[in-house]
């Protein structure tokens, strides 16, 4: 896989060079080379995608916060996610992604109630706004009916009379 994915870099490499202001094959050519365990020119690429086509830059944003959420980069992940959802407000998948890395960074109260970081629910609600009946929009209103609904903590001993 990463000798096929080694010649589609080379290919893409050889389309930037007859049109390298192509943001498709910038972002193909980022995709390529991180196939092909070649990460920082991947996300180098992805970047100069984005920036050379803004009115599209929420998906080559979405796809450099996909791979940071595959390697664990949290942070870098909301970042990118914030990113595209700036770009493009109207790209739900982006929304959705930015809430689901924005609630592990929830925390908790002492009684085990989650506390959202801020733009967790905003993400959610967003999601929904503009796909209601989207493949995610069921994980999404779950989220959001779990961030706003309040948990019981009270405890009652059914032994005691």
Known sequence: RTAIMGEAAASYSKAMELNPTEAGYANNFGLALIQAGQ????MAMLQRAAASDPANAGKYYFNVGAILTNSGDVDGAIDAFRKATEAQPDYAGAHYQLGMSLVGKATFSPEGAMIPVEGTLEAFQ??????PNGADAETAKAMVATLTTAVDTSFTNPNKK
């Open 126 to 131: 967003k999601y929904l706004e503009l796909q």
């Open 39 to 42: 990460r920082d020119e991947g």
